[in-house]
């Protein structure tokens, strides 16, 4: 049972344009939300986080959005560029864990030139 | 600052043979994780250690055991390979306060014939 769902396994966006991907959750108890990026062969990178006490956090070119009574989030990449084609990953923890995170399986984002 | 790093970064296996991946950081985090890639699944938790001597099992920690001797190593291994253990592993550390960032290192892709 995926408790964090990425429904779309890719998305192509044209560069300068906006990309949106999205991250779906079914547990309640998530409290805290990351989304990381990873090129090929290397690890996974943090992009930007948001906990949910707020509905939206900004970093530059990329903002994330909370609505946690659809629990839904979604990262929003403005303008894109090339250079954002990557794996991204949605990431949760659990008020009831440590400090474990749930990951969704990735969506591979394709910014065309 | 080298940050977290793995060693191997390939490795073939016979079914049957044994394994220790090697995980290293120097960032002087308390916790450390070891995950599991595999297509269409995401990053699954196997096991993770909250401090020097201490272990917990995750998601899948079945047909792996670790050992956390010291505070920067985490290793993880194999004792019996099995071709479903076939897979790209992670190690992640984190910080024990603060952020809930976890920091990865590149990888290691593991095959079992």
């Known amino acids: 049972d995926q408790q964090v769902k990425q429904n779309s396994p890719s998305l192509s966006v044209q560069e300068g344009r906006i990309s949106i991907l999205n991250c779906d959750y079914t547990?309640?108890?998530?409290?805290?939300f990351l989304w990381y990026k990873k090129y090929p062969a290397e690890g996974p990178t943090f992009l930007i986080s948001i906990s949910s006490i707020k509905d939206k956090n900004e970093d530059g070119r990329f903002t994330v959005f909370l609505n946690k009574s659809a629990k839904h989030l979604s990262l929003h990449i403005v303008p894109s560029q090339p250079g954002d084609s990557a794996v991204y990953f949605c990431?949760?923890?659990?008020?009831?864990?440590?400090?474990?995170?749930?990951f969704g399986s990735g969506t591979q984002l394709t910014v065309l030139p | 600052n080298a940050g977290v790093t793995q060693t191997p970064k390939f490795r073939v296996l016979k079914t049957g043979q044994s394994m220790t991946l090697l995980c290293a950081q120097d960032m002087n985090h308390e916790y450390m994780y070891w995950y599991r890639q595999d297509p269409g699944m995401g990053l699954r938790l196997i096991h993770y250690s909250v401090g020097e001597g201490t272990t917990a099992k995750g998601e899948v920690p079945d047909g792996y055991n670790v050992s956390r001797l010291k505070k920067q190593n985490f290793l993880l291994g194999l004792e019996s390979a099995a071709p479903s253990q076939t897979s790209v592993y992670f190690c992640?550390?984190?910080?024990?306060?603060?952020?809930?960032?976890?920091?990865f290192g590149p990888g290691t892709r593991l095959t079992v014939t």
């Open positions: 547990n309640s108890m998530f409290d805290y």
């Open positions: 992640a550390s984190s910080y024990s306060v603060g952020s809930y960032e976890q920091y």
């Open positions: 990431a949760a923890r659990s008020s009831g864990s440590a400090r474990q995170l749930t």
